[in-house]
């Protein structure tokens, strides 16, 4: 690499893609590493657990991703610490790759809050093999249903969702399809319509991001949809066969889908850098790490703020924010100084499922808006119901 400097990016999320494609054409090499070959789409991640699309749908090659960009070197390996005065990377394998610019690109990780049961018997779905797993699950379940009716009254066709956030909402939807319209077309024996969908949230309202309305029609909906929304309670224990509330009030389920809350990604606890709420690492405005100019964190493993207020962990901001420190690492490199991160917050949205004419959707906009945003919501556009069209294919669940 001569005296090029070395920009390595550990993550190829959201947040580490948003780096490397903005230092294309910038004068360094860059390695982007990453424990798996492929970039996964989380948003779409429900789909493949409910069939609706292949998990290759959500998994873009990384190597694909920069093949025309030069200055890109791709590594797949797990990072396992970082030895910061040293300006080097530790890897699982035992080989160190050293740096002049890090930046920590890790997301999060599941985070039970201590459930009993929930680490060995939840499906939690932040990753591909996640979802290829729930998916397996549901359409195991049904065939063994199929087999053995009596398995119903045990619960193998119930299906508890824990948190009623957007991916919450999100599955319950899907799994409403799913069971109800087109499982039926091809299970001739089974009782299809015993299967359950009770969708459990400790707050008092489903998606709470969204405006008053919009959660009112979002509940109503997806009670219409046959999902049983179980407010203001929370999981106390899982386990095989059941889900034990905090009320005492136990749950026949098989299955325990966990939608319910993340927690910054391990290298955030190993590094021992100041932390913030859910682990995310403290950052400076530029998302520098506090005495470490040459360390910045992207996405949700940092705690990313805009105009001194904490970003919620999505996917623009991870994306907004590698751009960002893309930026600053070219201007360090022309003697230019840093500048504070700034979010465009283009707003949020949720699908409940789909609609006699597409795919029912709830739109939102952050809490954490700019002064940018500020203006757009003078003059708001009515944030409602968007129904897309055409309503897309359903075949993938063999
Ligand atoms: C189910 C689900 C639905 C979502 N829906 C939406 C949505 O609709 N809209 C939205 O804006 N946001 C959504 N989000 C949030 C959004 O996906 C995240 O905010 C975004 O992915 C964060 O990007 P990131 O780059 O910080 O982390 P990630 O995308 O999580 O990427 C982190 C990368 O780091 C790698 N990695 C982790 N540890 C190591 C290690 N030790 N060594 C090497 N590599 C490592 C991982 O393999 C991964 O590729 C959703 C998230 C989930 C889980």
Not at 67 to 78: G, L
Not at 108 to 136: C, D, I, Q, S
Not at 271 to 293: A, E, T
Request: aromatic residues 8%.
């Amino acid at each position: 690499m001569g005296n090029t400097p070395h920009v390595a990016i550990v993550g190829a999320g959201f947040g580490g893609l948003g780096v490397a494609e903005q230092l294309d054409h910038v004068p360094v090499e860059v390695t982007l590493i990453d424990q798996h070959n492929y970039h996964t789409f989380q948003p779409l991640l429900y789909q493949v657990a409910t069939s609706l699309l292949n998990a290759e749908d959500v998994g873009a090659p990384v190597r694909s991703l920069f093949r025309h960009q030069d200055n890109v070197t791709f590594r797949m390996a797990t990072v396992t610490g970082v030895d910061m005065p040293g300006h080097k990377i530790q890897l699982k394998d035992g080989t160190q790759i050293s740096y002049d610019y890090l930046v920590l690109a890790g997301g999060t990780t599941v985070n039970y809050f201590n459930t009993p049961g929930a680490a060995e018997h939840a499906f939690p779905l932040y990753t591909l093999m996640n979802a290829v797993k729930l998916r397996n699950r549901i359409l195991e379940r049904f065939e063994a249903t199929d087999r053995d009716p009596a398995l119903i009254d045990d619960g193998a066709l119930n299906f508890v969702i824990v948190g009623a956030g957007p991916t919450g909402v999100e599955t319950a939807g899907a799994l409403s399809d799913l069971f109800y319209n087109l499982l039926p077309r091809d299970y001739h024996q089974l009782a299809t319509e015993k299967a359950r969908i009770i969708m459990v949230e400790m707050g008092k309202e489903v998606l709470a991001p969204f405006k008053d309305n919009l959660r009112a029609y979002a509940k109503e909906e997806l009670e219409r949809r046959r999902v049983e929304v179980r407010l203001g309670e929370a999981v106390a224990e899982v386990g095989s066969t059941f889900v034990r509330l905090k009320s005492g009030e136990e749950i026949k389920a098989h299955t325990l889908i966990w939608a319910a809350g993340v927690r910054a990604n391990p290298l955030a606890d190993m590094l021992g850098l100041p932390q913030g709420r859910g682990g995310r690492i403290k950052l400076n405005p530029d998302l520098s790490v506090p005495d470490h100019p040459e360390i910045f964190v992207v996405g949700d493993l940092g705690e990313v703020t805009s105009d001194g207020k904490v970003l919620p962990q999505l996917g623009s901001v991870a994306m907004q924010s590698g751009e960002h420190v893309g930026r600053q690492i070219a201007r360090r490199l022309h003697g230019e100084p840093g500048q504070p991160f700034r979010y465009w917050d283009k707003g949020f949205m949720a699908t409940i499922g789909p609609w006699p004419t597409g795919l029912l959707c709830l739109a939102g906009r952050s809490p954490g808006a700019t002064e940018r945003n500020a203006e757009q919501d003078r003059n708001p556009v009515e944030l409602g119901l968007v129904r897309f069209n055409p309503r897309p294919s359903r075949q993938n669940y063999y």
